[in-house]
């Protein structure tokens, strides 16, 4: 299974796991082009975000990936 690009942890991709498109949790959910923007050049189109990182950058408002954690811009 690939990991995230954003925390390394995996991504839970149902495509990945052999099975139908339609039940991977990423069609249930909008993952914010700003939490995307985040992603490494490199790792771009390499993997998907995992669900815990879209459910941080969502209640986080704007975020900054410094490393190995997320940092909230206040």
């Given at each position: 299974m690939k990991k995230c690009p954003l925390c390394g942890g995996p991504n839970g991709c149902a495509i990945e796991a052999g099975l139908?498109?339609?039940s991977c949790w990423c069609f249930r959910?909008?993952?914010p082009q700003s939490?995307?923007?985040q992603i490494p050049?490199?790792?771009r189109n390499q993997s998907c975000v995992c669900q815990?990182?879209?459910k941080q950058g969502e209640t986080?408002?704007?975020i900054h990936w410094r490393g190995?954690?997320?940092q909230s811009e206040k």
């Open positions: 139908a498109p339609h959910e909008r993952v939490l995307l923007e050049p490199e790792q815990n990182c879209v986080a408002g704007a190995s954690a997320f």
